[in-house]
């Protein structure tokens, strides 16, 4: 089986954050977990920008709270698989649609559960953040995602209308 890890971006992977992005932006699909890739046509630039999100001295801005964001990574061939970004605390925005937890994966590589691995790889990270429930949303239609969630453990709390995205979000919890 291939070795996958989860890895913070670097330089070394601007090649495959920029296939992945292309990727992205040709499906038409929502680039949930990826730190805004899809806002920066220059790799190295979103690579600063994930840097600047590590740590509250050096957020970008006061309504973002700190965030880890990792690449899931297939050893054998370097190829980008997903991404997850890992949030330290809740503001009042991701208290109510977006949680602790978002991920993605590359279009061309899905249902091969590479979501759930990402997912539980990052729990460890959790842990050491002292995060004690971990808040994951999806939107209410997207049962792969759904299937992740529940897969780690989360425990439906309810849904929620996202007005400004015309959505409705299912909200899990996962405890620690």
């Not at 670097?10 to 805004?36: C, D, P, Q, V």
């Amino acid at each position: 089986m291939n070795e996958l890890i989860l890895i913070r971006p670097g330089e070394e992977h601007i090649e495959e954050i920029t296939a992945y992005r292309k990727e992205y932006l040709a499906s038409g699909n929502i680039f949930n977990g990826s730190g805004g890739l899809d806002m920066y046509e220059d790799a190295t630039e979103w690579i600063r920008h994930c840097r600047s999100v590590e740590n509250k001295e050096t957020l970008p801005g006061p309504d973002w709270v700190p965030a880890d964001q990792y690449m899931l990574l297939r050893v054998t061939d370097g190829r980008v698989l997903g991404m997850i970004n890992v949030r330290h605390e809740l503001n009042g925005h991701l208290s109510k649609y977006g949680g602790h937890v978002g991920y993605s994966v590359r279009p061309s590589e899905r249902r091969k559960g590479y979501a759930k691995k990402m997912l539980s790889m990052c729990i460890p990270r959790c842990r050491e953040l002292g995060i004690e429930k971990i808040l994951v949303t999806c939107r209410a239609d997207n049962e792969a995602s759904r299937r992740t969630i529940v897969y780690a453990g989360g425990v439906l709390e309810g849904t929620i209308y996202y007005e400004t995205k015309d959505v409705v979000l299912e909200r899990y919890w996962i405890a620690l």
